[in-house]
């Protein structure tokens, strides 16, 4: 065993220190060329990225006050030349350029890869909305297509789990990269399609960089995408990156967990729609049975029961009865004032009545003729008299006429 004295001993503090003493001594300024992936900016506006080439990388950090004199944005596949300076973050102990200035090269190789397939693809029309399928509103069966070791998978889980407990899910397990991940893809898609009881499939994918994600970029996977049957969502990756799968598929989410809060919000919709859907219905519902009742009412009103009906009737027949005898007495009443009056003039001008009052008619002597005027008498004639109570023979002795 080999034998360590304490003065041979030091500390990762010290370590980390030496190496960076050393950099700054052998290597304090260096121009390093690479592509851009991972690029974060942080709250504070510090922006961390990662520069590679085809077969390594080194992370690099550009503070805020370095990048404000930036002549363009750095993003992700930008091939570019930096000024930094190596360092270790004593921290972690990670290896970073601390760059103080970025050149813009170029695009990188793989990003310039990923745009001309884009363009040859919305050439064919395959990102056309007129191919997207519907999200249905309501469903009770859904199929993943992910990693089963996934952080994607397992942040899906969970959302459903406290938001769609009462969906039905399937996981179809496939590597999401390396070389043989889009095969695998399409294999667990066209399963997960045939399957009768799944309504939608959602294909996950965690963040990465443009390496990472590029199994989603490629061609056979997003054709592949464009025979699927059923409506797929697609949460691949962070919001920043957007891959050639989430172009075709029938929708995108920004992440894994905000395609499941797409499903969500489209049951969510639903369950408003039909919440609004009850409350109308039972309004309509509830004016139709005020109506109903409001014409029972009034039918109620207008019909009668036979018992009801009958003693209206009587009422009716008991008023009119007396209407009848009312009226027959006013006739009789009327009739007799009437009669009595003819009576009264009969009387006026019936000659007996006239005759009770002394007075008497004059006849030619046998004769019916009536004398009205002295005229008609002489002297020496013979005339009949009738009197109230008999008749008798007068002679004329003497005539005297009015003067």
Known sequence: ???????????????NFLINHSLSINYPVIKVEGEISQLIISKMGHTYFTLKDAESCVKCVLFRSDSKRLSFPPTNGDQIVVIASPTVYSTRGDFQLKVSEIIKAGKGELFEKYLRLKQKLTTEGLFDSVHKLEIPNFFNCVGIVTSLESAALRDALVTFHN????????????????????????????????????QII??????????????????????????????????????????????????????????????????????????????NLIRLIKSFLEEREQKLDYISLSLKSPRDKLALNENKFLNTQRRLVNVKKNMVKELYLSFKHLKNKIDILDPSGILKRGYCILYENNSVKVISTINQIKKGKTLDVQLFDGN????????????
């Open 1 to 15: 065993m080999t034998k360590i004295s304490a003065s041979e001993i030091i500390s990762v503090s010290r370590l």
């Open 202 to 279: 959602l294909l996950l994918r965690g963040g990465g960089s443009l390496e990472d994600l590029w199994t989603f970029n490629e061609e056979n996977l997003v054709r592949a995408l464009t025979k699927i049957k059923k409506p797929i969502v697609a949460g691949i990756g962070h919001e920043s990156d957007t891959t050639l799968c989430d172009l075709v598929a029938d929708w995108r989410a920004a992440t894994p967990t905000a395609a499941v809060e797409r499903l969500v919000l489209e049951e969510k919709k639903l369950i408003d729609k039909f919440e609004k859907n009850k409350i």
């Open 163 to 198: 938001k769609l407990a009462r969906v039905k899910l399937k996981i179809f397990p496939s590597t999401v990269q390396g070389e043989n991940a889009s095969s695998e893809l399409i294999a667990a898609l066209n399963i997960a399609s045939q399957d009768s009881e799944i």
């Open 392 to 403: 008798a023979k007068v002679n004329v002795n003497n005539v005297e006429k009015k003067l």
